[in-house]
């Protein structure tokens, strides 16, 4: 049996159900962490050494409520993936701060008060890790995602200063960077319909694999790997890169 454990939220379907998959069949124990209790559990039968946990990780008591069920399934963390996220799509005129605030309470948020709290574990574990799962939209902003955008900026930004700050605690901190995928939140259509630009969508199962490079080592891991070139152009052309997204 694996000594290794990881907890994943967002874990009821899409990127999350992926990757907890993508453990589960690497040998890893796996606390899955998400909304949809009866997605979890049929998720969790098919799984071996698997639990779960249906939690809103908005609310007040989560974070507490994942570490004591950490502390009762293992006593230890080896690995937390944040994946859990959400998007409302609207112009910062229309939507307001209102609709930017529902977005970071679960994309920054919700994932500063769980690592927060799992941190003690992860230390006392170390070597081991945690994995932000970002957008390729958290270093390159678009019309009408402005919520999404800051929440997926401020979670790289800060992915970026607590790598620095627990890699003497050997605690690894690394950054996934998704372009389009194909999700049940996120499906698509509009690109997934044309066969002009169906290429660009990636897969869960290919940002499990990446989510997996992260946890290995991996500061930064775009999906597919041709998208981290958009953040370098960004930087490096900055106006043709506006006028480009605009």
């Given amino acids: 049996m694996?000594?290794?454990?990881?907890?994943?939220?967002?874990?009821?379907?899409?990127?999350?159900?992926?990757?907890?998959?993508r453990l589960a069949r690497d040998?890893?124990?796996v606390l899955l962490v998400a909304r949809r209790e009866d997605r979890l559990k049929v998720l969790s039968d098919e799984l071996r050494d698997s639990a779960y946990l249906a939690v809103d990780l908005t609310d007040a008591d989560a974070p507490s409520r994942v570490r004591e069920h950490v502390d009762e399934l293992w006593g230890r963390l080896d690995l937390l993936v944040n994946?859990?996220?959400?998007?409302?799509?609207?112009?910062?005129?229309?939507?307001?701060?209102e609709n930017v605030r529902k977005v970071m309470e679960i994309n920054f948020d919700a994932?500063?008060?769980?690592?927060?709290?799992?941190?003690?574990?992860?230390?006392?574990?170390?070597?081991?890790?945690?994995?932000?799962v970002s957008s390729i939209a958290g270093r390159v902003g678009r019309a009408q995602l402005g919520a999404y955008t800051a929440s997926k900026f401020a979670l790289a930004g800060w992915t970026d200063c607590l790598r620095m700050e627990e890699k003497a605690r050997g605690v690894h901190v690394g950054l996934v960077l998704p372009g389009f995928v194909s999700t049940e939140g996120f499906p698509q259509k509009e690109l997934t319909g044309s066969l002009k630009t169906r290429w660009i969508v990636s897969t869960p199962d290919k940002v499990a694999d990446a989510i997996v490079r992260a946890a290995d080592g991996k500061a930064e891991v775009a999906v597919p790997r041709p998208w981290g070139v958009i953040p370098r152009f960004r930087y490096g052309l900055p106006g043709v890169a506006r006028r480009l997204t605009g």
């Fill in 27 to 29: 040998g890893w124990r």
């Fill in 83 to 97: 994946n859990a996220g959400s998007s409302a799509r609207a112009a910062f005129g229309d939507g307001g701060y």
């Fill in 111 to 132: 994932v500063l008060r769980l690592t927060e709290a799992l941190l003690p574990t992860l230390r006392g574990s170390a070597p081991s890790a945690i994995v932000n």
């Fill in 2 to 21: 694996s000594e290794r454990t990881a907890v994943v939220t967002g874990a009821s379907s899409g990127i999350g159900e992926s990757t907890a998959r």
